[in-house]
């Protein structure tokens, strides 16, 4: 079995001393209302997704009341049961035992995927790296908000934008397309992509060292081939080659200071960029609303005053590199002085040795000696170079590779998978009904965006029904992971026409995967009967008042031992 259930919800606010807990159906759960809105149906099932660390939309009075949320959940055939408060979550596992974790990534983050069998990676932003991504990720198709996700599918929740082009992986991963060993693949990849970052890095410092090697000593403009370079240092070896070797380490090493200087002066101007644009992001930040919407998809995005404070963070952290570099710079040119003090010494030392071995043709010792150590030093430099090229090669075939056979491993399933898709999606826009939606122009799981934008406003909205099933349906049939709970919220959108509200919960009875749990909300109606046969219906009626204060003693005596964990219950 690799279904996950949830079984009871419970929420309290201390702010209003008031509670509410909610026993669900295995199968079957119908929040509704007879006459009202506003009765807390959507904040119910929105807190079952809260407590996993997602952001649905709540609204200012419910962010008022600072609930804290206790979900008990099946995964697997075992109990579970997750608990937050703020951005604290409590986690027991079938053992009992209880693990405390202050924030939506990381550690937490890791837990929860693992606990779902989701292997999904995506690419930090400007990092050569890939990390699991929160829960929020693995809850994106299983939860049809109202607000968004009729609208707009995938994107039922707020703070996504972390990662870049997420949807390109997350919607092949949840169907199926891909799995596990795309994502082993993917590590190698971009264990690979650091590799070249660092050699790349290595043959810049390179060419820098080349370039200042070609331009110093100034004075010299001798030039010496390779059969001369060999005589003239054979001459010299008995008696002079000590101090030629010492003025040669000393070009190699003043070379590679100002390489790394002329390398550290670029970060310098990088973080000094990046600290005044957090900066003017900050200033930005301050002067907007605490949400915001996006004007190209919509959804709004959190501007509170933790996510500014972020903003501040960012700004710090380029301070602190700032001061690092510069401290780094210092040093350099401390170390460039004292080997341009030695070098002088040596130069001093040579001078005095130019009578004594002046060549015929006017060519002075010195000038000889640097000809030879920039010749010699330039030599190898450029050997080195010349080896990291052929490794940067190497590591880049090695890369295409890799990104060939992870293509070529997923191919078939690809196709497998659109050809499924392609066969349930038109099957179930019929059977809604929907025949003003051109089904041929979406043809795999991809093409969300085509989705809303076909028929009228009614048929739009059955026809985003008709994909999340489909969707639904092949995480059930190709996914390697946990098949989390179907929960939808009112799917009488742009009312309905009665004929179609019938043929919506047909589809919910008939095209469902028998294993799954549905949650669906709404008002109350006669086309429902079909699935109040089967279904724990829960009635709602006092309006803005998910929560009452009779239940709150006995919830809050109960659960409040597990807020008062700390990380070291684990």
């Avoid at 690799?2 to 209003?16: D, G, H, Q, V």
């Avoid at 001369?228 to 200071?257: C, G, K, P, R, W």
């Avoid at 990088?270 to 957090?278: C, P, Q, T, V």
């Avoid at 930005?284 to 933790?306: A, K, M, R, W, Y």
Wanted: glycine share 4%; hydrophobic share 35%.
């Amino acid at each position: 079995m690799n279904e996950m259930y949830f079984t009871r919800l419970t929420i309290i606010s201390k702010t209003a001393k008031k509670a509410a807990q909610f026993d669900f159906s295995r199968s079957y759960n119908l929040i509704l209302s007879n006459e009202k809105n506003s009765v807390g149906k959507s904040s119910l099932v929105k807190n079952i997704f809260w407590s996993f660390g997602c952001e649905p939309q709540f609204d200012d009075d419910w962010k008022l009341l600072d609930c804290r949320v206790i979900l008990d959940f099946e995964v697997k055939g075992k109990l579970y049961q997750i608990a937050r408060h703020g951005n604290r979550f409590i986690l027991k596992d079938y053992h009992g035992k209880h693990k405390v974790f202050t924030s939506v990534g990381g550690d937490f983050s890791a837990e929860i995927m693992s606990l779902f069998n989701f292997n999904a990676l995506l690419p930090v932003r400007n990092k050569d790296e890939v990390t699991t991504p929160a829960p929020a990720y693995y809850f994106l198709p299983f939860y049809i908000d109202q607000k968004q996700s009729w609208a707009n599918a995938w994107a039922s929740f707020s703070n996504l934008g972390q990662f870049p082009d997420w949807k390109k992986t997350i919607i092949p991963y949840h169907t199926g397309m891909i799995g596990k060993d795309y994502f082993d693949t993917t590590q190698k990849i971009y264990s690979k992509k650091v590799e070249i970052t660092e050699i790349s890095k290595q043959i810049d410092r390179l060419d820098t060292a080349i370039s200042v090697v070609s331009e110093f000593p100034s004075a010299s403009r001798l030039v010496i081939d390779d059969d001369e370079l060999n005589q003239i240092e054979e001459q010299l070896n008995v008696e002079v080659m000590d101090i030629h070797y010492q003025q040669e380490i000393l070009f190699e090493e003043l070379a590679s200071l100002r390489a790394e200087k002329a390398q550290i002066g670029s970060q310098i101007i990088l973080a000094e960029n990046s600290f005044k644009e957090a900066g003017e992001d900050y200033e930005f930040s301050e002067s907007l609303d605490d949400d915001l919407e996006c004007p190209t998809c919509g959804v709004t995005h959190d501007n509170s005053i933790v996510n500014r404070f972020s903003l501040l963070q960012d700004k710090n952290q380029a301070e602190d590199m700032i001061k690092r570099l510069n401290a780094e710079l210092m040093d350099l040119n401390d170390e460039i002085t004292k080997k341009v003090a030695d070098f002088e010494t040596v130069r001093a030392h040579i001078h005095d040795l130019d009578e004594k071995y002046s060549t015929k043709n006017g060519r002075s010792l010195s000038t000889v000696l640097e000809a030879i150590a920039s010749k010699s030093v330039r030599k190898k430099v450029e050997g080195n170079r010349s080896v990291k090229v052929e490794n940067l090669h190497n590591l880049s075939t090695d890369e295409q590779a890799l990104i060939k056979d992870r293509t070529a491993a997923s191919k078939d399933r690809r196709k497998q998978v659109k050809e499924e898709f392609q066969e349930c999606f038109p099957r179930f826009l019929a059977k809604l009904k929907a025949f003003g939606v051109n089904s041929s122009s979406i043809k795999s799981p991809e093409s969300h965006v085509k989705v809303a934008a076909s028929g009228g406003a009614a048929e739009s909205t059955r026809a985003m029904l008709a994909y999340y099933v489909s969707i639904y349906n092949l995480i059930k049939s190709y996914g390697e992971h946990v098949l989390c709970p179907f929960v939808i919220d009112t799917p009488n959108q742009h009312e309905q026409a009665a004929k179609h509200y019938d043929s919506i919960v047909s589809l919910l009875l008939n095209e469902l995967p028998k294993e799954s749990q549905l949650f669906l909300c709404g008002m109350n109606s006669e086309k429902l009967e079909p699935l109040k046969v089967h279904a724990k219906v829960i009635y709602l009626e006092v309006e803005h008042s998910l929560l009452n204060s009779d239940s709150f003693k006995k919830f809050d005596s109960e659960y409040s031992g597990i807020f008062e964990r700390e990380a070291s219950d684990v």
